[in-house]
């Protein structure tokens, strides 16, 4: 084997280990921009869009009520080929409240989902549904929405991460 052809190799094969580093999905956290890993640490080669109008969060009452179910639907409006997301849910950097969803493509963890599979786009859009049940306490809830709109290249290059946070107060009894 010459020495060309083995480079060749191991560039391909750190090309390929630093594609798919994440294969199920972004860490847990990686929603909030403050984090250490977030969606730009592995998206690194275009500066990261925040707060970016991209995408959005409908559903979100303007008080959350506690105990409430809310529907939401997370948009990313993208000319991208592909597009994925993370939503985290804060109370005081604790988890706020439970996410759900029927989405086989979307993975919960308590108050955190992300997207595992980055789905293609229909008419710029990509689009997941969601419930977010409120924490039991009326506290003020802090919610991180991350997106990342790909080329589809199965590489980290050409990748445009999000990010969106969200602060909900809570509904005061009249």
């Not at 083995?6 to 403050?34: C, M, Q, R």
């Not at 639907?73 to 988890?95: C, H, I, K, P």
């Amino acid at each position: 084997m010459t020495i060309r052809r083995f480079i060749a190799i191991g560039a391909l094969i750190a090309a390929s280990s630093t594609a798919h580093g994440f294969p199920d999905g972004a860490p847990w956290g990686a929603a909030d921009p403050a984090n250490q890993n977030t969606c730009s640490s592995c998206h690194h080669d275009v500066e990261a869009i925040d707060p970016s109008s991209a995408i959005k969060i409908s559903g979100l009452p303007d008080q959350a009520q506690p105990s409430t179910r809310y529907p939401l639907t997370v948009t990313v409006r993208t000319t991208a080929a592909t597009a994925g997301f993370q939503l985290v849910a804060f109370v005081d950097r604790g988890s706020a409240g439970l996410f759900t969803s029927n989405d086989a493509s979307i993975e919960i963890d308590a108050a955190q989902a992300r997207s595992t599979v980055p789905v293609s786009l229909t008419d710029n859009t990509a689009v997941w549904q969601l419930v977010w049940t409120t924490p039991s306490d009326r506290v003020p809830v802090s919610l991180f929405l991350a997106a990342v709109s790909a080329n589809n290249d199965a590489s980290p290059f050409g990748d445009q991460p999000h990010y969106r946070r969200y602060r909900l107060i809570p509904a005061t009894d009249r």
